[in-house]
Every structure is written in structure tokens, then in C-alpha cells.
């Protein structure tokens, strides 16, 4: 089955740190780029950032720059997001996704509150 599984949302404190983690299956993951978007409570998909087939090249939103780092390991067939100093306008639900094949996945929630 192709799909995307992501994890490792929660609830953390401003400031904070939470590494996502996108687990993917059914197609050759190591050779299509892959993206994390986000959807803040009553708000439009926010493209937050994209990292190429082998990991060198990574590019991010403004609002992430500099406090998000996305990664990848082929062998596993999983993308990551770390995500540090984390803001409440951070609070979103979180989707991998595969722009080439259209693929999404069910996301995962971040709330950063106190």
C-alpha cells in the first residue's frame, strides 16, 4: 500500500523542541523530493519546508527558518522535522507529503502552549 505515516506530534511548552517523523511505504521513496506542510486551527495549508532525493538541498518557509531542520534517511524510508525554540503560532497539524505522486499523509498535531 503507498502511504504516509507521520508521528511524533504533541503538546510542548514556547520554546520547545519536537522531532516529527514521516514513515513512508509502497513506492521508491529514495527517489521523489518530500515536504512538510502545515494547518493551523482555522487557517489554509502553510508549505513549511522541502528536502530534495538525497538530502542536499533544503529549503524552508520564513516563519521556520533557522528553527526547523528537515532530514531524511533513504534506508528507512523516513523523513524528519526537527523543530526547536517552537512558538504558539507553531500550534498546527502537520502533513508530509510527496508533491510528485500526490500522496499525503494523515498528520500528526503540534500544540505549543503553557
Known amino acids: 500500500e503507498v502511504q504516509l505515516v507521520e508521528s511524533g506530534g504533541g503538546l510542548v511548552q514556547p520554546g520547545g523542541s519536537l522531532r516529527l517523523s514521516c514513515a513512508a511505504s509502497?513506492?521508491?521513496?529514495?527517489?521523489?523530493?518530500m515536504t512538510w506542510v502545515r494547518q493551523a486551527p482555522g487557517k489554509g495549508l502553510e508549505w513549511v519546508s522541502v528536502i530534495n532525493t538525497d538530502g542536499g538541498s533544503t529549503y524552508y518557509a520564513n516563519s521556520v527558518k533557522g528553527r526547523f531542520t528537515i532530514s531524511r534517511d533513504n534506508a528507512k524510508n523516513t523523513v524528519f522535522l526537527q523543530m526547536n525554540s517552537l512558538k504558539p503560532e507553531d500550534t498546527a497539524l502537520y502533513y508530509c507529503?510527496?508533491?510528485?505522486?500526490?500522496?499525503w499523509g494523515q498528520g500528526t498535531l503540534v500544540t505549543v502552549s503553557s
Open positions: 507529503a510527496s508533491p510528485h505522486l500526490d500522496l
Open positions: 509502497g513506492f521508491t521513496f529514495g527517489t521523489y523530493s
